[in-house]
């Protein structure tokens, strides 16, 4: 990551100078962190892996959140709240979330 890279939730600067072999083999268990860079004054991008992840665009009254396919997720009142939504939507589902979200499709059948 670039110096100018900041954690998705903590909006802290992050940067790892020497990066080992360990923090390597972690990094592929672990779901990435998202880099966010500003593209424009009222445009946030985020990067995982170096892939596209999402944007964030600033209007008068919202943060407007959309995900690697540009479908929008939400609009928050805040840039850390709309920067949190995409973490939590780039995060794969718990076991327990998709027990429930597959006990709910089977009760629509």
């Known amino acids: 990551m670039s110096s100018t890279s900041t954690s998705a939730r903590s ?17 592929t268990a672990a779901p990435a962190e998202l880099a966010w860079r500003q ?19 600033v209007d008068d009254t919202a943060h407007v ?16 709240a709309a920067r949190q939504a995409l973490v ?10 998709e027990r429930l979200r597959r006990r709910i499709l089977s009760r629509r059948r």
Do not use: K, M, Q
């Open 88 to 97: 939590d939507a780039t995060r794969p589902p718990s076991r327990s979330r």
């Open 11 to 27: 909006g802290v600067p992050v940067h790892d100078p020497n990066p080992t072999p360990e923090s390597s083999t972690a990094d």
């Open 65 to 80: 959140v959309h995900d690697s396919h540009s479908r929008r997720i939400g609009s928050y009142p805040s840039l850390a």
């Open 39 to 57: 593209a424009d004054h009222d445009v946030f991008v985020a990067t995982s892996r170096g892939e596209f992840a999402g944007f964030v665009t």
